[in-house]
C-alpha cells in the first residue's frame, strides 16, 4: 500500500518534487528501485541505514539509536525461532503442587522460566500464589527485595501466614535466583518457601555488590570520589573506606550519599585524628555504658542479630506486568575489555544503571567510544532466562558524567519528572491577558468581590483599609501568600464582660481565576501536579506569565486572592466569627523571614522602652535610613518620620501575628501535635540574586521564629478550609492524610534510642511528641535533634486522598503529625495543583461556580439552581472516582519532587567536594553516629549539612 501511494505521487508530482520513500525490508530496496524509471521522477528507494547516512550523517544519536534497536529485535526474533515449546498442562492447577520450591533452569539457562499465565491464574485464586509489587533494596540490591502485596486479604488461604504477616503485608526475596528476573516495580506473582526456608533481615550494607568493574556502584545518586581524588564516573555515590583503628578515618555518605571518598596513611590519620574527637566521641550516643536516667542500657540493643527479625519468604514464579522505563546508565570499560582498542566500536556491552536496585543491562553499540564515560539514556527490551542481564538499547545521550546539567537531568530522568516547555496552545489561552502590561484589575470583577484595598488606592470609600503582606524567602517570585492582622472594635457580652476582638487574614493567590477546569493549562498543570525545586533552580507548574506575576502576590500590585478572615476573642482565644472568599488585596510589603525577624526582634528586645524607640534602633542598627530603604523599598518615596510611622505600624503587625501562631501552635501540640527535624541547607552561590556561578558553600539555613510563625498560620488555615470543603462535599472532598507509623519502623529506633535510656513511646501521636521532649540531654544539645532526625525518617508520608474513597473510614482522615482531624493543602496554588482542586471545591459550596467553567459563554449560561445541586455533574468538579485517581498521580508527582529537590542539595554536595584538596578543612565535619548497621556500617547525623548519612565500612590495610 505504501508503495503504490508512493508511485501515485511519483506520476502526479511528475519530477517536480525529489520523493524519498524509506522500508525496514533490504530485499525490497533493490526490487522497487528497479522499478522506477530515474529518467522521468525523482524517487528515491532506501532502507533506514541508507536514509540515515544519506540525508543525516553527521546525526550520531540517532543513528545510535537505530542501531541499537535493530541489533535487539533481530536478536530477539533469532531467539525465539529457537525456543523450545514448553509443555502444557490440561488443568494449570494439578501441576501447582510441584513449585513448592523453586524449579532449577533448564539446561543452558540461567533462570527458570515463568509459569503459564494460566497456571498463575489459578494459583493467585486458589491462594497458593500471592500478587505484589517488587521492591529491590537499595542497601543490598542483588541480595534483598521484597514485595509488597496488593492484595494482603488473599493470605485467608494460608493461616500460618496471618500472625506473619500482621505488621507488614511483605514477603522477603532472597538472591536473584529467587528473584527469577523480576526488576524493580514489577508486578509479580511469588509463592512462598516452606516455613523452614525463611530467613531473617540482615541489617549489613553492601557496599560493592554487583560490581563487575572496577569501580564502586552503591546507593543512589551521581558519582563517587576514589583515594586520589578523582571521579568513579560509574559510581552514583561514594562508600567510605576504614582504616585499622577503632572507628577508622571515615568520609561521610548519605543514603543517597554525597561526600569525598578519602583515604589517609597512618600518618595522615594521626594529624587529622583531632579534627575528628567529636566525631568518635559521639559514638557514646549509641554504646554509652550509663545513660541520662541513670538506668543501665541493654546491650543487646547493639547486635545486628537482635536487630534482624525472621520474615516470610517466597520466591517469584511469574511477572503480571512489566513496569520498565528510562534508565539512566554509564559505560566504563575494564582495563582488559577490547573496547579499549579505539578501531573495536561495535559490539555488546554492560552498562551500569544510575538506579543501584536495576541489575546491569547488556547493550549493543555501534560507537563504544561515544558512550564511554557519558550519561545516557538505555530501555530494556526483554531479559531472556538463559541471559545473566536484560537486553536493551540505547535512547539518547545526556552528556559527560560530572557536568552540572547532565547530572540534573539524570536526576528529573531517574525520578520519572517529565520537562517540557508550555506548549503555544496553552500560552494562547494566556494571550488576552498578556496583552494588557502592566496588567489591571477587572472593575467588573473587582465588583464581585470583597474589597481589602485601602480607599486611597482602590477608590471605593467603602473598600477596608487592612494592612496586608508576605514574608518568603530570599528570591521568592511565586508568592502564594499575604497575612494580615487588624484590631476590631470590643464587644460586650450579656454580663457586661468587654472582649477585645482581632481581626486574623490568610489571603492565597486565586489562581482558579486565572486556570479555569478543563482548560490546556489545567490539564497541565495536573500532569506537572506540582512546581520543582532543585538547588540552583526551578520549574514551575504554571506558566511563568501566571506563576511570577498575575498571581503572584507582588507587593504595590493589586492582585485577586481567595481570604479566609477570622474573627478571635484575644480573651479566650476561641473563633468567634469566619469568613471565606473572593477579594482583592494590594500587599504593602513584599518581607523576607529574615527582615521579619530582625524587625519582631527590634520590638522584643528587653532593653526597648516603646515602639518608636525600637524603629530607631532599627534603623541603627541596619546601618541607617537608607539602609532600611533598600531592605524594604516600599519604603523609598517616604521621609524619616513617615518611614518611622510605617515601621511602627508593621512591626506591631508582625508581633500581633507572632503572638496569635504562638497561641494556635500551643494548643496543637497540646493534643500530640509533632516537632520534627527537617532543617533545610542553603546553597551559597558566587552570585546569590541569580543563584549562579561557583559553589560556596552549603550550609543549614537558621531556624527562625518567623518561619514558625507563617507555617502555623498556613496549616490553620489549611484546617479550617478543609473543614468547610468536608461539610458541603462529604463524598468528594480533596483532603491530606498523614497515617501513623507502621510499628515495625520503630522497632530498632526504639531499641537504639533505649541505649541512651530513652523510651520511645509511639502508640499515639501524643505520647510520641511526650517521648521526644524527654529525649534530651543538657549536656548535648544534638542528642535531641538526632532523636528528631530519626524519627523523621521513621514516618509514613503524608497522602492526598478521596473523601469518596470506598476503603476510607473517616477516622482515617486525619493528619497524624499535626495533630488535626480534617487537613488538606489550600495556601500554595501556584505551585500545587491539589490546592487548585481545593480552591474551586472552597469556591463551590460559597455557590461561586466561575472557574469551574471553560469558556465565558459556558459561565454566562449555567443555571444557578442547577450547579448548586451536590452530585450533579454539571457542578463541574471531579466525582469521587476521579479525584482519587488524581489523588494518586498527585502522590507520586509530589513524592518524585521531595526525592529530587533532595538529590539536587546532594549533587551540589558532591560538586562542592568535587575539587576540594584531600587536606582542605571543608572535607571534614563532626557527625554523630546514631545508629549501627550490622557489622560493617553505621548511620551518623552531620549537623553542618543537616543530612542523616549512611557510612560503609571496608578496613583495608595501609
Keep these: 500500500m505504501n508503495w503504490i501511494a508512493a508511485n501515485w505521487y511519483m506520476h502526479h508530482l511528475k519530477g517536480h518534487v525529489s520523493l524519498v520513500f524509506v522500508t525496514d525490508n533490504e530485499s525490497r530496496v533493490h526490487t522497487y528501485s528497479s522499478e522506477i524509471n530515474t529518467t522521468s521522477c525523482k524517487l528515491t528507494v532506501l532502507d533506514l541505514p541508507g536514509f540515515l547516512q544519506t540525508y543525516y550523517p553527521t546525526l ?12 535487539s ?37 540461567v533462570y527458570p522460566e515463568y509459569l503459564p499465565e494460566s497456571a498463575l491464574a489459578a494459583g493467585l485464586r486458589s491462594g497458593q500464589f500471592l500478587k505484589g509489587i517488587l521492591h529491590v533494596s537499595c542497601f543490598r540490591p542483588t541480595t534483598e527485595a521484597t514485595v509488597a502485596l496488593t492484595d494482603a486479604s488473599a493470605v485467608k488461604h494460608q493461616p500460618e501466614l496471618k500472625e506473619a504477616l500482621a505488621a507488614r503485608s511483605e514477603i522477603m ?88 571518598d578519602v583515604r589517609f596513611s597512618s600518618s595522615q590519620f594521626r594529624k587529622q585524628h583531632r579534627r575528628h574527637e567529636k566525631a568518635v566521641s559521639a559514638a557514646e550516643f549509641v554504646s554509652d555504658s550509663s545513660s541520662i536516667s541513670g538506668s543501665k542500657p541493654n546491650q ?32 566504563v570499560p575494564k582495563s582488559t575489555e577490547s573496547a579499549l582498542d579505539p578501531k573495536n566500536e561495535s559490539g555488546w556491552i554492560i552498562v551500569t544503571p544510575w538506579d543501584r536496585r536495576i541489575p546491569l543491562i547488556r547493550l549493543h553499540t555501534t560507537q563504544i567510544s561515544k ?53 503555544d496552545a496553552q500560552l494562547n489561552e494566556l494571550a488576552p491577558l498578556s496583552v494588557q502590561r502592566p496588567w489591571k484589575v477587572d472593575p467588573e470583577e473587582v465588583k464581585k468581590r470583597r474589597d481589602l484595598r485601602s480607599p486611597t488606592i482602590s477608590g471605593n470609600p467603602e473598600s477596608e483599609d487592612i494592612l496586608i503582606f508576605s514574608i518568603d524567602p530570599p528570591g521568592c517570585q511565586d508568592v502564594d501568600d499575604a497575612l494580615s492582622v487588624q484590631w476590631l472594635p470590643p464587644i460586650v457580652d450579656e454580663y457586661g464582660n468587654e472582649h477585645k476582638r482581632l481581626q486574623l487574614g490568610v489571603h492565597i493567590a486565586d489562581v482558579s481565576y486565572f486556570v479555569p477546569s478543563g482548560s490546556y493549562i489545567d490539564s497541565e ?41 477570622w474573627e478571635i476573642d484575644m480573651d479566650s482565644f476561641d473563633i468567634s466569627n469566619i469568613w471565606y472568599g473572593r477579594t482583592v488585596i494590594h500587599s504593602s510589603y513584599k518581607l523576607t523571614y529574615e527582615l521579619a525577624q530582625r524587625i519582631y526582634d527590634s520590638v522584643t528586645a528587653e532593653n526597648i522602652s516603646s515602639n518608636g524607640f525600637a524603629m530607631e534602633e532599627l534603623i541603627k542598627k541596619s546601618g541607617g535610613l537608607e539602609a532600611v530603604k533598600n531592605d524594604i523599598p516600599e519604603l523609598k518615596e517616604l521621609n524619616r518620620d513617615e518611614c518611622l510611622t510605617a515601621l511602627d505600624k508593621l512591626s506591631k503587625s508582625i508581633s500581633l501575628l507572632v503572638d496569635i501562631a504562638s497561641n494556635i501552635r500551643e494548643r496543637r501540640l497540646a493534643k500530640g501535635g509533632l516537632e520534627l527535624e527537617s532543617v533545610e541547607v542553603s546553597v551559597q552561590f558566587a552570585n546569590p540574586e541569580t543563584r549562579t556561578g561557583k559553589l560556596e558553600d552549603l550550609i543549614p539555613k537558621e531556624p527562625l521564629e518567623m518561619h514558625n510563625t507563617v507555617a502555623e498560620l498556613m496549616i490553620f488555615a489549611n484546617h479550617w478550609v478543609a473543614r468547610r470543603c468536608v461539610e458541603y462535599y462529604p463524598d468528594r472532598a480533596c483532603l491530606r492524610r498523614h497515617p501513623p507509623p507502621r510499628p515495625e519502623y520503630f522497632d530498632e529506633l526504639k531499641r537504639c534510642i533505649a541505649c541512651r535510656g530513652f523510651v520511645l513511646d509511639a502508640n499515639s501521636n501524643l505520647s510520641l511528641a511526650n517521648s521526644l521532649k524527654n529525649a534530651s540531654d543538657p549536656n548535648d544539645p544534638e542528642v535531641n535533634k538526632v532523636v528528631r532526625q530519626l524519627v523523621t525518617r521513621a514516618m509514613t508520608n503524608a497522602l492526598y486522598f478521596s473523601t469518596g474513597s470506598s476503603n476510607m473510614t473517616q477516622d482515617q482522615f486525619s493528619h497524624y503529625g499535626l495533630a488535626l482531624n480534617l487537613y488538606t493543602h489550600f495556601t500554595s496554588p501556584i505551585r500545587r495543583y491539589a490546592d487548585i482542586i481545593v480552591h474551586r471545591l472552597l469556591l463551590a459550596s460559597l455557590g461561586d461556580y466561575r472557574s469551574l467553567t471553560t469558556t465565558q459563554s459556558e459561565l454566562n449560561s449555567k443555571n444557578t439552581e442547577l450547579v448548586t445541586i451536590l452530585g450533579n455533574k454539571t457542578d463541574g468538579l471531579f466525582s469521587s472516582e476521579e479525584l482519587a485517581s488524581i489523588c494518586n498521580h498527585m502522590n507520586e508527582q509530589h513524592w518524585a519532587a521531595q526525592q529530587v529537590q533532595r538529590s539536587s542539595l546532594e549533587l551540589f554536595q558532591a560538586l562542592f567536594f568535587k575539587d576540594k584538596p584531600v587536606d582542605d578543612p571543608s572535607r571534614y565535619t563532626e557527625g554523630i553516629i546514631c545508629q549501627l548497621r550490622g557489622t560493617n556500617g553505621f548511620i551518623a547525623f552531620v549537623p553542618r549539612s543537616v543530612f542523616v548519612y549512611l557510612i560503609c565500612i571496608s578496613l583495608f590495610s595501609v
Design 173 to 260: 526475596i532472597h538472591g536473584l535466583q529467587h528473584r527469577n528476573r523480576a526488576v524493580d516495580g514489577d508486578v509479580v506473582v511469588v509463592r512462598l518457601l516452606p516455613r523452614v526456608h525463611w530467613k531473617t533481615v540482615s541489617s549489613d550494607i553492601s557496599a560493592q555488590e554487583n560490581c563487575d568493574y572496577e569501580f564502586i556502584f552503591p546507593e543512589t545518586s551521581q558519582f563517587s570520589f576514589t583515594t586520589n581524588g578523582h571521579w568513579s564516573p560509574c559510581a552514583p555515590l561514594v562508600w567510605s573506606q576504614g582504616l585499622p583503628t577503632p572507628l577508622g578515618e571515615l568520609s561521610m555518605s548519605t543514603n543517597p550519599v554525597k561526600a569525598p
Design 300 to 331: 543487646d540493643c547493639l547486635n545486628s542479630e537482635t536487630l534482624s527479625r525472621s520474615l516470610p519468604c517466597g520466591f517469584v514464579v511469574g511477572v503480571v506486568s512489566r513496569n520498565w522505563r528510562d534508565y539512566v546508565c554509564t559505560y
Design 73 to 109: 529485535l533481530r536478536s530477539i526474533q533469532s531467539k525465539d525461532h529457537n525456543l523450545p515449546e514448553l509443555s502444557k498442562s490440561e488443568n494449570p492447577s494439578e501441576s501447582l503442587d510441584s513449585y513448592i520450591m523453586p524449579s532449577a533452569p533448564s539446561i543452558g539457562h
Design 525 to 565: 498543570a495536573r500532569r506537572r501536579s506540582t512546581s520543582i525545586y532543585l538547588a540552583d533552580r526551578r520549574y514551575d507548574m504554571l506558566p511563568g506569565l501566571l506563576s511570577g506575576d498575575l498571581c503572584s502576590l507582588w507587593s504595590g500590585r493589586d492582585r485577586y486572592a481567595v481570604s479566609v478572615l
Design 371 to 423: 558512550l564511554t564515560r557519558e550519561r545516557f539514556i538505555v530501555r530494556i527490551d526483554t531479559w531472556d532466562s538463559y541471559s545473566a542481564y536484560p537486553s536493551g538499547h540505547f535512547v539518547q545521550t545526556l552528556g559527560c558524567i560530572g557536568d552540572l546539567e547532565t547530572e540534573t537531568q539524570t536526576i528529573l530522568i531517574e525520578h520519572n519528572l517529565i520537562i517540557r516547555n508550555f506548549t
Design 60 to 71: 550520531t544519536t540517532a543513528k545510535l539509536l537505530f542501531d541499537s534497536l535493530d541489533v
